[in-house]
Nanobody
Framework: QLVESGGGLVQTGGSLRLSCVAP????????AGWFRRAPGKEREFVAV????????YYANSVKGRFTISRDNAKAAIYLQMNSLKPEDTAVYYC????????????????????WGQGTQVTVSS
């Protein structure tokens, strides 16, 4: 239901910007965020933004390098990824649903009802 784009191959230290758009008004009043699944690992939380955009929360592994934002008029969220590392290689998934809340709640997959199919990000060393 959500459609991600912007993935690709980039060298270490490079940047990419992921986008996610939602049909209709799926994003309305919901938090929205990004998760990722690296090869051989479980899917993990990356970042989330509140409906109004005023609150954000990041995984420690990406804090200071990634920035999440949203444009509700376009029903879109973005993930600007800078200073990419090989360990950032993963399929990145957009997710949305439910209200904003405390960190443990925000980083739990089951608190998001809408998901995209994912976009591959590969960082070469």
């Amino acid at each position: 239901q959500l459609v991600e784009s912007g993935g690709g191959l980039v060298q270490t230290g490079g940047s990419l910007r992921l986008s996610c758009v939602a049909p209709g008004r799926i994003f309305d009043n919901y938090k929205a965020g990004w998760f990722r699944r690296a090869p051989g690992k479980e899917r993990e939380f990356v970042a989330v933004v509140s409906w109004g955009g005023g609150s954000t929360y990041y995984a420690n592994s990406v804090k200071g390098r990634f920035t999440i934002s949203r444009d509700n008029a376009k029903a879109a969220i973005y993930l600007q990824m800078n200073s990419l590392k090989p360990e950032d290689t993963a399929v990145y998934y957009c997710a949305a649903g439910g209200p904003y809340g405390p960190p443990l709640y925000l980083s739990t997959e089951t608190n998001y009802g809408y998901w995209g199919q994912g976009t591959q990000v590969t960082v070469s060393s």
